[in-house]
């Protein structure tokens, strides 16, 4: 069955620190992937996502996102932790063009100052 | 401005009481659709609509009713709620399903509705 694994329900990282968050699907078809944020209390936001063209995919504040299709990962990644960075992180597939989005499982980000 | 709306926002209920989450957005949308969440377990798909008058189950449909009589509104029905569908609840939109790379891909989401059942 089609999949999305986040690995790690939890990533503690100081201020100032990289933010590496990890994501796989299983999928031999290139899929849509995207990152949503869903800061305490609140709807998810979209971080980033990638469809067609460069597989390093930027989006706000400061993440972004590289798809390697060997390695069916779409890793979120931000060089330097802010403390505003601290919610709960949750990658998306869609696997085809008409199918609903499969969500991660989710991982919560805690930044320590 | 562009949203999606729920109410309530937080509702505490008991079992076997009907009760219906509304969900509105403002933006056009053919696609919108229902999830819950719970601790350790992500983001379910309960329910989605691909336009007015058309709806399929998601993961986790049992339980929980849907109607697309209008584009704009997506209500969730529980027509006997039980204390195992005390969750967060998300409604979600977009302009359509398809991933093709243009604007519709992006879901909107809608800031959640708290159930408890007791």
């Known amino acids: 069955a089609q999949s999305v694994t986040q690995l790690g329900s939890h990533v503690s990282v100081s201020e100032g620190a990289l933010v590496l968050l990890r994501c796989n699907y299983s999928?031999?078809?290139?899929?849509?992937l995207f990152w949503y944020v869903q800061y305490p209390n609140q709807g998810l936001q979209l971080l980033l996502k990638?469809?067609?063209?460069?597989?390093l995919v930027k989006g706000i504040n400061g993440f972004e996102a590289e798809f390697k299709k060997s390695e069916t990962s779409f890793h979120l990644t931000k060089p330097s932790a802010h403390m505003s960075d601290a919610a709960e992180y949750f990658c998306?597939?869609?696997?085809?063009?008409?199918?609903?989005?499969?969500f991660g499982k989710g991982t919560r980000l805690s930044v320590i100052a | 401005e562009a949203q999606v709306t729920q109410n309530p926002r937080y509702l505490i209920t008991v079992t076997g009481k009907k009760l219906t989450v509304t969900c509105s957005q403002n933006?056009?949308?053919?696609?919108m659709s229902w999830y819950r969440q719970d601790p350790g377990l992500g983001l379910r798909q309960i329910y989605y609509?691909?336009?007015?008058?058309?709806?399929d189950k998601g993961d986790v449909p049992e339980g929980y009713k849907v109607s697309r009589k209008e584009k704009r509104n997506f209500p969730l029905i529980l027509e006997s709620p039980s204390p195992n569908q005390t969750s967060l609840y998300f409604c979600?939109?977009?302009?359509?399903?398809?991933?093709?790379?243009?604007?519709?891909?992006?879901?909107?989401f809608g800031p959640g509705t708290r159930l408890t059942v007791l």
């Open positions: 979600a939109s977009s302009l359509w399903l398809s991933s093709g790379g243009a604007e519709g891909d992006e879901q909107f």
């Open positions: 999928s031999s078809v290139p899929p849509y």
């Open positions: 990638y469809t067609t063209g460069a597989t």
């Open positions: 998306a597939v869609s696997f085809s063009g008409n199918t609903p989005l499969v």
């Open positions: 933006m056009n949308h053919e696609y």
């Open positions: 609509s691909m336009n007015v008058e058309v709806t």
